[in-house]
């Protein structure tokens, strides 16, 4: 039950695309397409802003994509707004267990 | 509109308990696997436990194994987490969530803390 990997920040300018990576194993990201991202604004609830990979809910700008290769997920948000500000968490399904990244923060120049 | 509400929360001395509850409404709570996730603040969020949806099958993080019970019940749409022999390292705001194609709702959390 090793966390994934996340880098600790990226940053972009606003009309830019950011890819965010979320490293695991052959245990988790590598063996079941359900990796999920959550958007997380200061002092607030997580948000669900992509599930298995690369589905996005409803409500969702499809400026947020995910993708999967190997043992790793990304995420990609272009277009950056001011609003995308926040930590992103990477998460994936592992059998009985659940695990997460350590967060990304985003940081919109 | 769906809406999870966490409480049960507070200030627990170290090897203390806590029961946290998980208050479900706007949907058919039976239907669905429930998680407690919980993060320290200014941390990343940690995976702490699942319940199927007919409360079999729980699961624990490696950290809580043996210290905590998540369990459920359906007639009161209520998500329950029984924490015991408390550390400090369990401080964190404590989130419960419902799993359907991923997290989709989360409630606002509740903060423990435990300290002498």
């Known amino acids: 039950q090793s966390a994934l990997t996340q880098p600790r920040s990226v940053s972009g300018s606003p009309g830019q695309s950011v890819t965010i990576s979320c490293t695991g194993t052959?245990?988790?990201?590598?063996?079941?397409?359900?990796v999920s991202w959550y958007q997380q604004h200061p002092g607030k609830a997580p948000k669900l802003v992509i599930y298995d990979v690369d589905k996005r809910p409803s409500g969702v700008p499809d400026r947020f994509s995910g993708s999967k290769s190997g043992n790793t997920a990304s995420l990609t948000i272009s277009g950056l707004q001011a609003e995308d500000e926040a930590d992103y968490h990477c998460s994936s399904y592992a059998g009985y267990y659940g695990v997460f990244g350590g967060g990304t923060k985003l940081t919109v120049l | 509109e769906v809406q999870l509400v966490e409480s049960g929360g507070g200030l627990v001395q170290p090897g203390g308990s806590l029961r946290l509850s998980c208050a479900a409404s706007?949907?058919?709570?039976?239907?669905?696997?429930m998680h407690w996730v919980r993060q320290v603040p200014g941390k990343g969020l940690v995976w702490v436990s699942r319940i199927n949806s007919d409360g079999s099958s729980p699961s624990y993080a490696d950290s809580v194994k043996g210290r905590f019970t998540i369990s459920r019940d359906n007639a009161r749409n209520t998500l329950f987490l029984q924490m015991d022999s408390l550390r400090a390292e369990d401080t964190a705001v404590y989130y419960c969530?419902?799993?359907?194609?991923?997290?989709?709702?989360w409630g606002q959390g509740t903060l423990v803390t435990v300290s002498s």
């Open positions: 706007g949907f058919t709570f039976s239907s669905y696997r």
């Open positions: 969530a419902r799993d359907y194609q991923g997290l989709a709702y």
């Open positions: 052959s245990s988790d990201i590598g063996g079941y397409d359900y």
